[in-house]
């Protein structure tokens, strides 16, 4: 066996799933047993009393034309964390299988893999160097991984990794290892999306989400693209009714050419209140750096990024504080909120003594 199937658990490659109800709505659903009445003030379209759809089709369909995907190339999650766990369990075997991350970055690779007993390979990224990812060094140290996360913009940093780079690492590691691109702030970046490498590259995996640009942080909507043999198997390991019904729903809502074009304008916005944000924070005598972001965020360097955090806490405002992580000493990730609350945080910062 070849490609990446040949990279999963050997006991899941040829996994029976659990086999849901069908989701047809238009016959009579004597068959999943469900409750034969809703309540009263259930004004959902598919009503509470019946399971959702498990493979969340319409959904799927139009989430595919978004990204310029095959629908066989999508899945549906709980939120990007979700995915990232499905992916451990199914190509981590406890004790023997190891995942590789570039720290500074998103906790939940991590976490994930040491939940499901992998260990954990860092390769971490320098501040000196723009946080920018080193092909050779990442490769050498993948010897051995059957996952390689890479998170583009990466959070907490705000930099992209060139789509060339990340094809290199696919071709370098093809028939060794998974490549994970996570975009979850894809739509805040300039930076072509990998989704454009993934036809060329069966071991590409990429992230999205509905959380960020999209502003559905609490329906818990993910996506990943992978190829189709791929999405069959994580599939397989989900739950039989991963996605709640409301949530469905509020997402088939936003994906509405109209809520589309509402998005797109906000994200346009967010990333002109970002510059702005940047520049003024660069002028600040308590900043010492700011990077360049392509998120919806911004990262700064502090003199006292402990005095920081607590004036911006005192007047109501937080702030997520990455100082004592190795390599984000003083740093300080800010979230570009809108005008007013922008404003806010930069007088509190410019009182501080």
Not at 276 to 282: G, H, N, Y
């Amino acid at each position: 066996m070849s490609g990446p199937l040949s990279l999963a658990r050997p006991d899941l490659r040829d996994f029976v799933p659990y086999e849901a109800a069908a989701p047809d709505r238009e016959l009579i659903r004597l068959h999943a047993n469900e409750s034969a009445w809703r309540h009263g003030w259930d004004d959902s379209v598919a009503g509470l009393n019946r399971y959702p759809d498990p493979r969340a089709e319409r959904l799927t369909t139009r989430l595919a034309e978004i990204y310029g995907a095959p629908a066989n190339e999508l899945l549906v999650t709980r939120g990007s964390d979700d995915a990232i766990d499905v992916l451990a369990r199914a190509f981590c075997v406890a004790g023997l299988d190891r995942v590789l991350v570039c720290p500074p970055t998103f906790g939940m690779y991590a976490i994930s893999a040491r939940l499901q007993g992998a260990g954990v390979i860092e390769v971490p990224l320098r501040g000196e160097r723009g946080f920018a990812v080193d092909n050779n060094e990442l490769v050498a140290a993948a010897a051995g991984a059957k996952i390689v996360f890479l998170c583009s913009p990466n959070n907490p940093t705000g930099n992209v990794i060139p789509a060339d780079a990340i094809a290199e690492i696919c071709d370098r590691l093809a028939d060794k290892a998974v490549v994970v691109v996570d975009e979850a702030y894809a739509e805040f970046s300039e930076a072509p999306s990998a989704v454009e490498l993934r036809p060329n590259h069966d071991n590409l995996v990429i992230l999205r989400t509905l959380s960020k640009a999209y502003a559905l942080a609490g329906a818990r909507l993910g996506v990943l693209i992978a190829e189709p043999a791929v999405v069959r198997l994580l599939r397989a390991i989900l739950p039989p009714y991963p996605l709640p019904s409301p949530c469905l729903e509020v997402a088939e809502r936003l994906l509405a050419p109209e809520a589309l074009e509402h998005a797109g304008r906000e994200v346009s916005d967010a990333v002109a209140r970002r510059r702005r944000l940047a520049d003024s924070l660069a002028g600040l005598p308590c900043v010492s750096r700011v990077w360049p972001s392509q998120g919806n965020f911004v990262l700064a360097r502090f003199r006292d990024a402990d005095l920081a955090v607590k004036s911006c806490r005192a007047r109501g405002v937080l702030l997520r504080d990455f100082s004592r992580k190795p390599g984000l000493e003083g740093c300080v990730r800010i979230t570009v909120g809108d005008e007013d609350q922008n404003r806010l945080v930069l007088e509190i910062l410019e009182q501080m003594k």
